[in-house]
C-alpha cells in the first residue's frame, strides 16, 4: 500500500519560512507528478506547486518566487520550501501523487503564519 507522509509544519511568524516534506513509501516520485496542495479555513483546496518526473515545475501565482517545489531522488521525498511567508498562507497542507489508474494523498500537515 502506497503511503504518502508530510511533515515540516508548525507556527511560523509572518516573514519566516517552512520547509515541508513528503516522503512514500511504495512509490517512487520520480516516475509520477506530485504536487502540493492545501485548503484554507472556508476556502476550497488549491493546489500550490507540482513538480514532474522530467523535474518542470509549476506554481500558483500567489507563491510565485516564494516557495520552491523539489525532489531528492535518493531519499523518495518531494519537498516544499516556503520563504516569505504570510498569514493568508495557513492552511493544511497536502502532498499528492499519482497515475493514470491511482492517485493518493497525505494526511495533511497544518501550516499556520501569525504573528
Known amino acids: 500500500q502506497v503511503q504518502l507522509v508530510e511533515s515540516g509544519g508548525g507556527l511560523v511568524q509572518p516573514g519566516g519560512s517552512l520547509r515541508l516534506s513528503c516522503a512514500a513509501s511504495?512509490?517512487?516520485?520520480?516516475?509520477?507528478?506530485t504536487a502540493w496542495y492545501r485548503r484554507a479555513p472556508g476556502k476550497e483546496r488549491e493546489l500550490v506547486a507540482s513538480?514532474?518526473?522530467?523535474?518542470?515545475?509549476t506554481y500558483v501565482d500567489s507563491v510565485k518566487g516564494r516557495f520552491t517545489i523539489s525532489r531528492d531522488d535518493a531519499k523518495n521525498t518531494v519537498d516544499l520550501q516556503m520563504n516569505s511567508l504570510k498569514p493568508e498562507d495557513t492552511a493544511v497542507y497536502y502532498c499528492?501523487?499519482?497515475?493514470?489508474?491511482?492517485?493518493?494523498w497525505g494526511q495533511g500537515t497544518q501550516v499556520t503564519v501569525s504573528s
Open positions: 499528492n501523487t499519482g497515475s493514470r489508474i491511482s492517485e493518493y
Open positions: 511504495r512509490w517512487p516520485f520520480r516516475f509520477y507528478t
Open positions: 513538480i514532474t518526473p522530467h523535474s518542470t515545475t
